[in-house]
T-cell receptor, first 115, second 112 residues
Framework: DAMVIQNPRYQVTQFGKPVTLSCSQT?????MYWYQQKSSQAPKLLFH???????NEADTPDNFQSRRPNTSFCFLDIRSPGLGDAAMYLCATSRDFSSSLYEQFFGPGTRLTVL | QKEVEQNSGPLSVPEGAIASLNCTYSDRGSQSFFWYRQYSGKSPELIMFIYSNGDKEDGRFTAQLNKASQYVSLLIRDSQPSDSATYLC????????????FGAGTRLFVKA
């Protein structure tokens, strides 16, 4: 089945220790997104890729970086995690930007714990 | 600041009743409207989408859109305990095409 896969599902890191979260998709979608979601809050868009074009949200901290080496994979790098970065990180994809194709498909998420 | 507002709940309904979930949005030019269901500790999954004013029905779910009032709702008929989850309203803005803004969600509890 076509899907969005995230690894690992649970990640524990130490304060200040870099961590990388990965996302892969078999949907062949052009757009990939990274969201941060904290308990009882809305998913917050960090950045997205349209094909290889990277778009950063204005309020995304510099501590967060992303890479998309090919259509299928996208990575979220947190260079120096702080306690406030503990959250669920959601990867999502969408086929394109035309109005009938805005639906986003989410991966299962990675729960990040910062000690 | 573009916003999507939802009552956080919890909304509690008995099994078999109709659950009504509401959402308002601030960007008048918004084009696409989605309802996602999110179980605790899981990722959002799409329930319904609607683009035009009026009602759209899919099984036990009905989405209603009123662009003039900037209001979108989700009705769940014959509510089941398995419907207990957080329902996220998401709105795609009319400018900058791709950006979708999510509400914080309404927690629904269906009592058996």
């Amino acid at each position: 089945d076509a899907m969005v896969i995230q690894n690992p599902r649970y990640q524990v890191t130490q304060f200040g220790k870099p961590v990388t979260l990965s996302c892969s998709q078999t949907l062949n979608h052009n757009v990939m997104y990274w969201y941060q979601q904290k308990s009882s809050q809305a998913p917050k868009l960090l950045f997205h890729y349209y094909d290889k074009d990277f778009n950063n949200e204005a309020d995304t901290p510099d501590n967060f970086q992303s890479r998309r080496p090919n259509t299928s994979f996208c990575f979220l790098d947190i260079r120096s995690p702080g306690l406030g970065d503990a959250a669920m990180y959601l990867c999502a994809t969408s086929r394109d930007f035309s109005s009938s194709l805005y639906e986003q498909f989410f991966g299962p998420g990675t729960r990040l714990t910062v000690l | 600041q573009k916003e999507v507002e939802q009552n956080s709940g919890p909304l509690s309904v008995p099994e078999g009743a109709i659950a009504s979930l509401n959402c308002t949005y601030s960007d008048r030019g918004s084009q696409s409207f989605f309802w996602y269901r999110q179980y605790s500790g899981k990722s959002p999954e799409l329930i319904m989408f609607i683009y035009s004013n009026g009602d759209k029905e899919d099984g036990r779910f009905t989405a209603q859109l009123n662009k003039a009032s900037q209001y979108v709702s989700l009705l769940i008929r014959d509510s089941q305990p398995s419907d207990s989850a957080t329902y996220l309203c998401a709105v795609t803005l009319g400018t900058g095409g791709f950006k979708t803004i999510f509400g914080a969600g309404t927690r629904l509890f269906v009592k058996a």
